[in-house]
């Protein structure tokens, strides 16, 4: 049975090998390089240090995690081969070395000798460079291992491995979630050689910088304060006990179907809380619609047809998607360049095209909004008016036409009639980009808070409404007008 000796090949420069490093390297019967695309390798052919290299496991493996077992193992193969086995790795053999610790563990298991010897890493020449203590705290990550970053991060945060500008991207959209998008990082290049480079960035422009490669990596500062994650654990808790068999008999019963009528309320109270300008009740009101989605969403999952992670993970990677002006590299001139990107994309997410250009309108919306989405699409394809006056005269017409209805006193007339003048005012609407639905909820609103007004004064003057004309009522509405409610 052979042995394996792990040793670092430092952080960058030749001269940054260890005295120990170096005779072993020279005199080793198996010399095995994760991967030679490294600094110091050139100054190693030279003086004729033989060695095989994995650079070609990269080539092979779909992920990091295939890559990493699949070298460890061919070190251990090696070794119960009976060779004396001496495995490189770039910068220190226990800082960022995946294959290491596997090489440890599988050692362990199959009773193979395994020496470590120190090696400087490139962490030291990064504190230098910075000026850091490290006594302050900071946590070393590989880019592939974002996901384990602690919520309350407190420390600074050192990624390694940022091998090309995919991972670069990755890893800045899982930053993003911890961090502010404009929050400033170093990204660190051929750290410890001549042409090193520590280029200050905004977040969102990490993968943005020019020619990242193997000797990349970003330093992340340390946070002054900590910054709370938002944690949807709570709500889902509650719903799943309350659709257990210790649950309630009532939301256990529930269904996509039945709930339907209770999203659109909370939609609408939402709306209302937005009016009314109150944030405590816009704050109450978004979390019942919450509730509402929650509750759908672990319908779906007792179902087995998607989770509420799955809600999330899809709606956050359409908005990547048809935001390349943001996440990306497109350049846009306007936000109505951002709207016709937006179309482009959405075309080409759905693979074909719609039979209709009417298509993709959701039956079930109330009619002013599916009036209002109608008439926008058609006049995508330029079945629109290019001025506001052909659109008001359109409107007195349809009023003469639900006149003459009336005259007529045929109610199916009278009905379709009105349904015209409707929905040329929708059409108004839309000219005067104003929400028609969002209009008439406003003007459902005002009418009710003066209504109740009304009443209120009604009551405090003990009169009855048998006892009031029109007149009268008309006077309490104008002074419920005058007093702005």
Known sequence: M??????????????????????????????????????????????????????????????FKEVYETIAHECLRQAALGKKVVYAVP???????????????????????????????????????????????????????????????????????????YVASEAKLVLMEYYP?????????????????LLTVPLFEMDR??????????????????VKRFSLDPILDVMAKLRSNEGCVWDIEQTHSSLRRYIVEEVYEVLEAIDLQQ???????????????????????????????????????KMIRRHPHVFGDTSVRDAGEVVLNWDAIKKQEHGHERPSVLDGIPKGLPSLMRAYKLQAKAAKVGFDWDRIEPVWDKIYEELEELKDACAQGQAINMEAELGDVIFSIVNLARFLKIDGEVALNTTNNKFRRRFLYIEKVMKEKKLKWENMSLKQLDFLWEEAKSNKI
């Open 2 to 63: 052979g042995e394996i000796t792990i040793v670092g090949l430092g952080p960058g420069s030749f001269g940054l090998i260890t005295v120990e490093t170096l005779e072993l390297l020279k005199t080793a019967e198996k010399l095995l390089l994760r991967t030679a695309k490294h600094p110091t390798v050139t100054a190693m052919m030279e003086r004729g240090i033989a060695f095989t290299s994995y650079d070609y496991v990269y080539e092979e493996k779909t992920s």
């Open 91 to 165: 910068g220190s053999p226990l800082v960022a070395e995946k294959t290491v610790m596997l090489i440890r563990q599988l050692a362990g298991e199959q009773g193979i000798a395994v020496r470590i010897l120190p090696g400087m890493s490139f962490l030291e020449v990064l504190y230098t460079r910075l000026a850091i203590d490290p006594i302050e705290g900071i946590t070393v990550l590989d880019a592939a291992d974002l996901a384990a970053i602690p919520p309350e991060l407190m420390t600074a945060l050192v990624v390694t491995q940022v091998y090309n500008h």
């Open 181 to 197: 998008d404009d929050y400033e990082v170093i990204v660190v290049k051929n750290l410890g050689l001549p042409d090193e480079q």
């Open 209 to 226: 910088v020019q020619e990242i490669d193997h000797l990349t990596s970003v330093y992340v500062p340390r946070r002054s304060t900590a």
């Open 279 to 317: 944030g405590e009740l816009l704050c109450e009101e978004l979390g019942d619609l919450l509730l509402q989605i929650v509750f759908h969403a672990r319908i779906a999952e007792e179902a087995k047809v998607f989770t509420m992670q799955q809600v999330i993970d899809g709606i956050a990677e």
